[in-house]
């Protein structure tokens, strides 16, 4: 019997664990979770709980020891040290999220031992990276000539759960929405020049996408498109660009916060617990004798009155006396406080995930310019049944099962760019609705603009 050891219960996890559970006894499989909290969560035949920190090397070395395959599903912070005892024990490791330069230290010592360390495989990272090697592989296996490739994803609410002005709700971690796009400048290709968009003004420069029956949405840039030239054996592509999905409106009203200051997480603000979100606004405006809070920020900012931003601000109640009650908080964390009253998903709410592709290619033999599109769109079912959890969780499940039946005999640490590790895991994600649909039309020709 092999065993699976599963470090994080989460809510993205409930889809992976639901899928091994099922395929337990086909495989002969065991797994065992582990996670600090747990819920009061109850072992069966197939499933074993186990309350662990793990920080507690001791308690971690105990769990990956006994283990044939771990799954990290922690927060991106802890994989470093689950990584450290998979090497001690050579034990296989797998995670959905991005592969950082501290997981990228372990390489030389993955591929001496002989394992296979798989990260990136979910949503965003994940099934951004298979569904865009899928189309490019095809592309370039004519010897077609690739011009252009854009990616966007987003979490967002379905239309029939939307009921608010930001047409936007929490389907994935609050900190990582607000904190979004910080770090560094934007920065990808257009027309063979790398371009660059500072933080401050990355919610002014958008892109209007339109999905047909779902919709239009705008897309803002993420922050480094250029490492997937290498990642995507796209060097030399004129045009490369990623970015994130929302509804249009969002970002320009978004915008007000960061021009604000209120999505910064570099220093504590004083006396927080006994501030009302009315103050908190306030703190980041000039001083004015008789000018509300209202007008000053809207004069500060140069907003309409009449503007659809402003009802957008007022909805979410930034300007009542409404008591923060945070000890000593960041403003990322008070106006993370602020929004999570707002946007969370009610019970019966679904998200809704999207993710589109667009490739613009020269055709070897005829010579024209083409475009294809791919796009996937998935609802989830309520607020426990995530769409999120879903396409995060899937992706990783399947690729657990072709470790175990020794489907993937690579060895070394990769992401899911590759076709022997994409291609069946997209195959088997169709029976869970989880497709996509690809189109190609004629590209007209345009001039090129720098």
């Known amino acids: 019997m092999k065993n699976i050891l599963i470090f994080g219960a989460g809510r993205s996890s409930k889809y992976l664990i639901e899928y091994l559970v099922e395929h337990a006894r086909l495989y002969n499989c065991k797994i065992r979770i582990a996670d600090l909290q747990l819920d009061e969560k109850r072992s069966t035949p197939e499933v074993e709980y186990s309350v662990l920190n793990v920080r507690d090397e001791f308690a971690r070395d105990a769990e990956v020891k006994i283990a044939d395959l771990v799954i990290s599903m922690l927060p991106a912070r802890f994989h470093k040290l689950v990584a450290q005892s998979c090497l001690k024990f050579s034990k296989n490791l797998l995670t959905a999220s991005y592969e950082t330069n501290e997981l990228k230290a372990f390489e030389e010592e993955v591929n001496e031992k002989g394992l296979f360390f798989l990260n990136e495989c979910g949503l965003d990272p994940g099934l951004d990276h298979m569904s865009a090697m899928k189309m490019i592989d095809e592309i370039k296996s004519s010897g077609n000539e690739m011009l252009s490739f854009e990616s966007f994803t987003g979490g967002l609410v379905a239309p029939e759960s939307d009921n608010n002005p930001w047409n936007y709700k929490f389907s994935w971690n609050p900190r990582n929405v607000v904190l979004a796009g910080q770090g560094g400048p934007a920065q990808f290709i257009q027309n063979g020049k790398i371009k660059y968009i500072p933080y401050n003004r990355l919610f002014r420069r958008t892109e209007m996408i339109d999905l047909g029956k779902y ?8 922050r480094d498109s250029l490492k997937y030239l290498d990642r995507y054996s796209l060097q030399g592509i004129p045009t490369i660009f990623r970015g994130t999905l929302r509804r249009p409106g969002f970002s320009k009203a978004w915008n007000v916060f960061v021009q604000l200051g209120a ?46 931003i402003v009802y ?12 923060i009650g945070l000890k000593r ?11 999570k009253q707002k946007w969370q998903l009610r019970s019966e709410d679904k998200d809704m995930i999207v993710m589109w592709h667009k490739f613009i290619f020269r055709n070897k033999h005829t010579g024209q310019t083409l475009k294809k599109t791919s796009s996937l769109v998935v609802t989830g079912e309520n607020s426990d049944d995530t769409a999120m959890a879903l396409t995060v969780g899937l992706p990783l499940a399947v690729a657990a099962k072709l470790v175990l039946t020794d489907q993937l005999k690579l060895k070394g640490m990769f992401i899911p760019n590759r076709k022997e590790i994409y291609e069946p895991i997209l195959d088997e994600l169709e029976n869970y609705g989880i497709t996509f649909y690809e189109s190609e039309v004629v590209e007209e020709e345009t001039s090129v603009c720098y």
């Open 215 to 222: 919709g239009m949405f705008e897309g803002y840039a993420n």
């Open 312 to 323: 957008k601000l007022k909805w979410l109640g930034i300007f009542e006396n409404t008591p």
């Open 263 to 308: 999505t910064d997480d570099s220093y504590v603000m004083e006396g927080t617990e006994n501030m009302t979100y009315r103050e908190f606004i306030n703190s980041f405006l000039p001083y004015h004798p008789s000018d509300s809070v209202e007008l000053k920020l809207f004069h500060y900012l140069n907003i309409p009155q009449d503007s659809e």
């Open 329 to 339: 908080a960041t403003p990322a964390q008070v106006l993370e406080h602020i929004l």
